[in-house]
């Protein structure tokens, strides 16, 4: 399986910015489905943003808007671009890979990184 190491959590006040970034061991997962997903303690993961093969990100509606992705290729990673942060961004942020879509909606794959936490202050 391919590893993730998610970075660039952090503490800011609400309004701020922050990059994480997913960084893979394959430079296959480039070629795959991925997605964003947070967590915040004690609860469920839920959907940030996920990326099909051949269409545009597909974001949650409390992202839209203000989180966006990208991605480089030559260094096998891929951008969170989080702004207008809020107190109830605050949680864990992890990448994933090697899921699949379908109508439309994204099943996570096997590959998880650990998360990169997100604290934001009011």
């Known amino acids: 399986q391919v590893q993730l190491v998610e970075s660039g959590g952090g503490e800011v006040q609400a309004g701020g910015s922050l990059k994480l970034s997913c960084t893979a061991s394959?430079?296959?997962?480039?070629?795959?489905?991925m997605a964003w997903y947070r967590q915040v303690s004690g609860g469920e993961r839920e959907l940030v943003v996920s990326?099909?093969?051949?269409?545009?990100?597909k974001y949650a509606d409390f992202v839209k808007g203000r989180f966006s992705i990208s991605r480089d290729n030559d260094r096998n990673t891929v951008y969170l671009h989080m702004s207008l942060l809020e107190p109830e961004d605050t949680a864990v942020y992890l990448c994933?890979?090697?899921?699949?879509?379908?109508?439309?909606?994204?099943?996570?794959?096997?590959?998880w990184g650990q998360g990169t936490l997100v604290t934001v202050s009011s």
């Open positions: 394959d430079f296959l997962f480039q070629a795959n489905p």
């Open positions: 994933n890979g090697g899921g699949h879509h379908y109508s439309g909606t994204y099943y996570p794959g096997p590959d």
């Open positions: 990326v099909p093969l051949r269409a545009n990100p």
